[in-house]
C-alpha cells in the first residue's frame, strides 16, 4: 500500500495551494459570508478554466481524467484554506455520479458543460427527519403521463441558491425495504414549482432548502434505473465521505499549524506559552490526532483508486475526520484564549464549519452503523491466525 504521490500530483498540489492562497485569503472568507451567493464567480470561472472542475472526468467529457489522488488532493488543499465554493456539492455530490451512472447521451450532455463551463450543480436528499439512510427519504415521485410529477422538500442543500441543475433523491414506490423504490432524479434547479430559500446557519455556508410543488420532470431525466436509486445514492455517499474526510483533514492540518505558530509568538510570564509542557502536550495531542486521521483518508481513498474500495475504511474515515476536525479546532481555541472563539481569528473560521462538515456525506451515528453493520458480515480478523 503505496500513499506517495507521483511528480505530476506534487505539481497539482503545489499550484492548487498557491492558487488558493493568492485567490482565497482569509480576509476572502470573512468576506464571503456576507455575499448572498456564498462564492467568488471570478474565483470560480479561473478554477473551471484551470481545469479543476474536470480533475475526475475524462478528456472525451471534457476533463483532465484524472484520478481519485487527485481529486482528493484537490479536497485537502481546499479544506486547508477554508474556501467557499460549489465545488463539492458540484463535482462529487453529482459529477461522479453521472459520470458513473448515467446514460452516454447523459453524459455527453452534462459532463462537459461542468467540466468546461462551470455549470453548478447540487444534491438534495436530507429531508425533515435528518435520517441519512434510506427511511429518511419520504419525497413523492409519480408517474404523470410521460413525466413525473416531484412533491415534497429537501433540506440542508449545498448552494442551492446558485445551482443551475439539481439532482434529486425521491420515492417512486412504497416497499418493505426502504432502500427499494427510491429514484435519482436530474432537476432543473429553474423549473416550475422550485422553490429555494437559504438557512441562516453561523458558518452561512449556504444550506437551502428546497420546496417541490408538482415538479415535472422527463422520463428521461432519471439517473441511474428507476426504483434502484439507492445505488446511486450509496456510491455518493462512500465517496463523498472520503472526500470530505479529506477536506476536513486539510482543515485540521491548518488549525494545528495555526495554533503551533500562536503558541510560539504568544508569551506569558516572559517566555512562549508553547515552552509550558501543558500546552506541548496537548499540541502532541493534536498532533497524533491529525496525523491518525490523514492515514485513515489516504488509505480508504487509496483502496477506491486502485479499484478495491472498502465500504468499512470508507466510514471509519468519515467517521474519525467528524470528531477529530471538532477537537483539534476546539482545543486550538481553548489555546489561544478567549478570543480564538472570535472570528477576528483565523481559527475561528475553521471552527464554524466543524459542526456542518461532520453532517455532509454521513454523521457519525450513520457511519458507526455502517461500521458495525460491516463487522457484523467479516470474520474477525484474528480468527484468521488459528485458520
Request: with cysteine.
Amino acid at each position: 500500500m503505496d500513499f506517495s504521490f507521483t511528480k505530476d500530483q506534487e505539481l497539482i498540489r503545489k499550484s492548487i495551494k498557491e492558487f488558493f492562497e493568492k485567490e482565497c485569503p482569509k480576509d476572502k472568507v470573512r468576506e464571503l459570508k456576507e455575499d448572498k451567493k456564498g462564492y467568488d464567480p471570478k474565483m470560480w470561472k479561473k478554477m473551471v478554466k484551470l481545469g479543476y472542475t474536470g480533475l475526475v472526468i475524462p478528456e472525451e467529457y471534457g476533463g483532465t481524467e484524472g484520478e481519485f489522488w487527485d481529486i482528493l488532493i484537490f479536497m485537502e488543499e481546499m479544506g486547508r484554506n477554508i474556501v467557499p465554493t460549489p465545488y463539492f456539492p458540484t463535482v462529487v455530490f453529482c459529477a461522479m455520479p453521472i459520470l458513473e451512472f448515467g446514460t452516454e447521451a447523459q453524459k455527453k450532455k452534462i459532463l462537459p458543460k461542468i467540466a468546461e463551463k462551470g455549470e453548478i450543480w447540487a444534491y438534495a436528499q436530507i429531508e425533515e427527519s435528518s435520517e441519512q439512510d434510506a427511511s429518511g427519504i419520504t419525497m413523492s415521485a409519480a408517474m404523470s403521463g410521460e413525466d413525473y410529477t416531484l412533491n415534497g422538500s429537501k433540506l440542508f442543500v449545498s448552494y442551492a441558491n446558485v445551482a443551475n441543475q439539481l439532482l434529486v433523491v425521491a420515492r417512486t414506490a412504497e416497499a418493505e425495504n426502504p432502500e427499494e423504490g427510491l429514484t435519482v432524479f436530474i432537476v432543473d434547479a429553474g423549473a416550475e414549482g422550485v422553490v429555494c430559500d437559504v438557512i441562516p446557519t453561523t458558518a452561512r455556508d449556504m444550506r437551502c432548502e428546497l420546496r417541490f410543488d408538482n415538479v415535472k420532470v422527463p422520463r428521461d431525466n432519471i439517473l441511474g434505473e428507476p426504483g434502484k436509486g439507492w445505488a446511486v445514492v450509496d456510491y455518493i455517499q462512500q465517496h463523498a465521505a472520503v472526500l470530505k474526510a479529506a477536506e476536513m483533514s486539510g482543515g485540521a492540518h491548518a488549525v494545528l499549524n495555526i495554533t503551533v505558530k500562536y503558541a510560539k509568538e504568544r508569551k506569558q510570564f516572559d517566555k512562549p506559552i508553547g515552552s509550558f509542557q501543558a500546552i506541548q502536550h496537548r499540541l502532541v495531542d493534536m498532533l497524533t490526532e491529525v496525523e491518525e486521521l490523514q492515514y485513515l483518508v489516504y488509505k480508504a481513498a487509496w483502496r477506491i483508486n486502485s479499484g478495491s474500495p472498502s465500504r468499512r475504511l470508507n466510514s471509519i474515515a468519515k467517521a474519525k475526520a467528524n470528531g477529530v476536525y471538532h477537537r483539534v479546532c476546539y482545543h486550538g481555541i481553548v489555546m489561544h484564549g478567549a478570543i480564538g472563539w472570535t472570528e477576528e481569528m483565523d481559527i475561528g473560521l475553521y471552527h464554524l464549519r466543524t459542526r456542518s462538515m461532520e453532517f455532509d456525506a454521513g454523521n457519525t451515528d450513520y457511519h458507526n452503523d455502517l461500521i458495525a453493520s460491516e463487522l457484523e458480515k467479516s470474520e474477525p480478523e484474528f480468527l484468521t491466525l488459528f485458520a
